[in-house]
């Protein structure tokens, strides 16, 4: 028996085609992909402080979308049929998954309900490792770890309990965001050709507390250093900058001028407004050039990467 075969007979067990349904419709219901866009269903449906069969009808809508191919309630010229066959498919989905979704969001539902307020989780995808300056991705941050499961819990296949312990189990938290709050080191959790990981690309959480929820010797830090703190992101910014040159053709004569030009870049002052940071930099130059906006622009983009940055201001341009 072909595969296709083994869908009409499937979809004849269901009872859900008609004689009336001409062949080149019966076709476009395609179940062969059921099984892989359950996972990835079932994570994103779960609706937190719902009723759980409201979590369980929409992940069964959505597996009977993935079936039914959009224009397919057009074709049919019986919108009685058409409702006939999405009910038939529905009562198929939920005898075979519905038991498997309540049980899983009840567990949702319940890990949900048990997390500590005051508690952030950042999602990290990333090219490089996450220290480097310059790597590719985003990161986004959520208020609960079940709303990150639901946002991003599809695109790894990772254990996500063990995932969740693990981050339950940190108690080190040693970046200061300068907002109030302190961040851990980023956990791995899935790397560049793991199993289940066909991105190109690394994926890691990184846990948020509040000041306040931490004691008052570990959260004191006084302005010089954050001052240096700032300076070393700055620093591997402008290393960051250097190593592009080489790369660097006749048409960006200008940008190699820029960077060439600076010898070195000292962070001068690092005032706090509202919840984002305004720097101020000194670039000591090797030349009587002036103009390093290119070089300023690079270097706010960059550690907005780590730090909340409202913006980069250049101070002082000193000749050696």
């Keep these: 028996m072909n595969l296709q075969e083994q869908i009409n007979r499937i979809q004849s067990m269901m009872g859900i085609i008609s004689e009336d349904l001409s062949p080149s419709l019966r076709r476009r219901l395609d179940f062969r992909d059921v099984e892989n866009d359950f996972y990835g269903i079932k994570m994103k449906s779960f609706k937190k402080n719902q009723p759980v069969d409201a979590s369980v009808k929409v992940a069964i809508r959505e597996l009977i979308y993935s079936v039914i191919p959009y224009g397919f309630e057009d074709d049919i010229a019986d919108n009685q049929e058409y409702y006939r066959i999405f009910d038939k498919i529905y009562e198929y989905f939920y005898n075979r998954y519905g038991d498997e979704l309540k049980q899983y969001y009840e567990k949702r539902q319940r890990d949900s309900e048990q997390e500590k307020e005051g508690i952030k989780y950042i999602f990290v995808k990333h090219d490089k490792p996450y220290y480097d300056i310059g790597w590719r991705g985003f990161a986004q941050g959520f208020k609960s770890f079940s709303d990150l499961l639901t946002e991003y819990g599809s695109w790894v296949n990772v254990d996500w309990d063990e995932v969740k312990r693990k981050l339950d189990d940190i108690n080190d938290y040693p970046e200061n965001t300068f907002t109030g709050s302190m961040n851990s080191r980023p956990l791995r959790i899935s790397n560049i050709g793991d199993k289940g990981n066909d991105w190109g690309y690394n994926f890691s959480i990184i846990k948020q507390v509040s000041k306040d929820e931490l004691n ?18 700055v620093n591997s910014s402008l290393d960051s900058l250097r190593s592009e040159m080489d790369d660097m053709g006749l048409g ?26 305004v720097i101020s930099i000194d670039i000591y130059s090797n030349s009587d050039r002036t103009d390093f906006t290119n070089t300023v622009l690079a270097i706010e983009y960059d550690l907005s990467k780590f730090i909340p940055v409202k913006s980069v201001v250049l101070n002082n341009v000193i000749g050696l």
């Design 216 to 233: 008052e010797d570990k959260t004191n830090i006084s302005e010089s250093k954050r001052n240096s703190s700032v300076q070393k992101f």
């Design 252 to 277: 960006e004569m200008d940008e190699l001028d820029e960077i060439g030009s600076i010898e070195k870049i000292v962070v001068d002052k690092v005032v706090r407004v509202d919840n984002s940071l």
